[in-house]
């Protein structure tokens, strides 16, 4: 079993829809989770970061965070064309000093105009 | 801010020949990382330096090796170069308090 999962895709949603991203994690000790968005060539930007339970809202972002499920979503409203890309999550794992990194291998969402 | 660099953005190397790129974090940050990226393999871990100090270290051969200088800065080696060393490299620092990791634009390197 892979550390950090996500369905490659690609995820097709049509313009102006809600586009729901999902990752789901091996290691119940993940304390901070990460959703960034990769354009083809570009290097990847960071959208949103949460780590309590429940719902994080940035603007047309919102982030859900279940750790007893051991899964992060994204929900991207209103989808546009900008909008695709590919969606890595990350999932830090920290014991005291030491931290990992742990990147899933992307979702890759097509926004349909 | 200005945001994480690297240089060069293109290299072109041939097996064998050793490569040195280099990673600037953003100012005030003391954790630099390593990523290499495929189009098979995803985002590698290739390791993490924070304060001169490698931290962590991910699953690639001794010929991928790094280092940190008092100033953050960072650079990666790769000697020997292989065809499947052939990838994106990235940088990232990382804001030691919200754990924020910030990419640079990344280091295309084509080996021949």
């Known amino acids: 079993q892979k550390e950090v999962e996500q369905n490659s895709g690609p995820l097709s949603v049509p313009e102006g829809a809600i586009a729901s991203l999902n990752c789901t994690y091996s290691d119940r000790g993940s304390q901070s989770f990460f959703w960034y968005r990769q354009y083809s060539g570009k290097s990847p930007e960071l959208i949103m970061f949460?780590?309590?339970?429940g719902d994080k809202e940035d603007g047309r972002f919102t982030a859900q965070l279940n750790k007893a499920s051991q899964y992060v979503s994204l929900l991207i409203r209103d989808s546009q064309p900008s909008d695709s890309a590919t969606y890595l999550c990350a999932v830090i794992f920290h014991s005291g000093g030491y931290q990992k990194v742990t990147f899933g291998t992307g979702t890759k969402l097509q926004v349909i105009p | 801010k200005a945001g994480v660099t690297q240089t060069p953005r293109y290299l072109i190397k041939t097996r064998g020949q050793q490569v040195t790129l280099s990673c600037s974090p953003i100012s005030g940050h003391r954790s630099v990382s390593w990523y290499q990226q495929t189009p098979g393999q995803g985002l590698q871990f290739l390791f993490e330096?924070?304060?001169?100090?490698?931290?962590n270290k991910g699953n690639f051969p001794g010929r991928f090796s790094g280092r940190q200088f008092s100033n953050s800065r960072s650079e990666m080696n790769v000697s020997t170069l292989e065809l499947g060393d052939s990838a994106l490299y990235l940088c990232a620092s990382r804001d030691s308090v919200y754990n924020e990791q910030f990419f640079g634009p990344g280091t295309r390197l084509t080996v021949l």
């Open positions: 949460i780590y309590s339970n």
């Open positions: 330096y924070f304060s001169e100090t490698q931290r």
